[in-house]
């Protein structure tokens, strides 16, 4: 069983440090979500994380970084890049960019791309990544399919039997997974919606963000991205405007589902209508309504701007047909 340590244990980063050092992934708490994360150099060390998350196949996975300048020796930061990553970053937005000539991300955390995903997180996560020295490759740290954790227990549950050490740094800020961009000659294309809003990246890029095709429910095609990647066991039906019978609701805003006096258990988001409150609670409803047993879970709508645009992208996959 993983041992769970808190981050503000003195010997939590030198622990750390030593079993990334052995190609042993580690779990650790980031503001978006918790990642399973480690040496993105070492591809022994990025085989465990796919061994550890039992994912179907190798998917590119984001590499973390503490600073500009180690993102620096790894991808060629454009201008246009830089002003992001000044403006965003420590934080939950992801950028696609070039590999560099210098880049000793291993293929394997790239897929063999001739892009690589970097993000620095925030707070505990970058203090570890500074210690380490390295770039950590870390996908979420839930089980492939799974929805993703944002508490160590979370995590414990998923992967308790599969890895050595999950940090504990409480409750992830924001609640989803960062924002992915890609910058390239072409502009900025949204490959992610997630913890930062894509008119606020906007506002700091001085020109429109490119939105692919989106499939049915709205739900944004990455690669890697599985269609019904977020998925509970239970049904999940979006839009709800009444509870059925047996079903557990997911409300937002305080507003009452007609029915819901049927229901098996009520959830709220956000009583005061907040998105940023909904997105911080979405994976825990979510993993708590698959719990209740319910047969499906009802989701009332939630508004699509700003944060919304993330809330509805991974309600989209929870609901997506399974495969
Ligand atoms: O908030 C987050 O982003 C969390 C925390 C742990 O940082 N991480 C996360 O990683 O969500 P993951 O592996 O679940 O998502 C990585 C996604 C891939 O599914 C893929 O769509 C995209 O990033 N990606 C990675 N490298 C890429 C590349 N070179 N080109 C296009 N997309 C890429
Ligand atoms: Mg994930």
Redesign the pocket.
């Known amino acids: 069983m993983a041992r769970i340590l808190p981050i503000l244990d003195q010997t939590a980063i030198p622990l750390a440090i030593e079993a990334l050092r052995r190609g042993e992934p580690v779990a650790v708490p ?1 503001e ?4 399973l994360a480690a040496d993105a150099t070492n591809p022994a060390a990025i085989a465990a994380i796919y061994e550890a998350k039992g994912r179907p196949r190798f ?4 590499s ?1 970084v503490s600073d500009l300048d180690m993102a620096k020796v790894h991808v060629r930061v454009s201008p246009l890049a830089e002003k992001l990553a000044a403006a965003f970053w420590p934080g ?1 937005l ?1 950028l ?1 960019l070039p590999l560099s000539d210098t880049c000793r991300i291993h293929p394997l955390a ?1 897929a063999g ?1 001739p ?3 970097v ?1 620095m ?1 925030e707070g505990f996560a970058r203090d570890l990544i500074a210690a380490f020295g390295e770039p950590l490759a ?3 740290a839930n089980r492939s399919g799974r929805v ?1 954790p944002t508490s160590a227990r979370h995590v414990e549950e998923d992967l308790g039997e599969r890895i050595g050490l999950i940090l504990d740094g409480g409750r992830c800020r924001i609640g989803v ?2 924002t ?1 961009l ?1 910058v390239d000659d072409a502009g900025l294309r949204l ?2 919606p ?2 930062i809003p894509v008119d606020a990246i906007e506002m700091v890029a001085g020109q429109a963000i490119q939105r692919p095709a989106t499939q049915a429910g709205g739900a944004v095609i ?4 599985l269609a019904s990647h977020y998925a509970p066991s239970a049904a999940v039906r979006l839009n709800a405007t009444d509870a059925r019978s047996g079903e557990t609701v997911i409300r937002f805003g305080g507003v009452p589902l007609p029915g819901e006096d049927q229901a098996k258990m009520i959830l709220d988001l956000s009583p005061s209508g907040d998105l940023r409150e909904a997105a911080a609670n979405l994976f825990d409803f979510l993993k708590r309504a698959d719990a209740s047993g319910a047969a499906c879970i009802a989701v009332a709508p939630v508004p699509a701007h700003g944060l919304g645009e993330a809330i509805n992208d991974r309600l989209a996959r929870a609901a997506a047909p399974r495969d």
């Open positions: 980031t978006t979500v918790y990642g998917n590119p996975l984001i973390h939950a992801t696609v790239t791309l892009t690589a995903a993000r997180p870390a996908p979420s993703s997974e960062s992915i890609a490959l992610r997630g913890g990455a690669p890697g991205m």
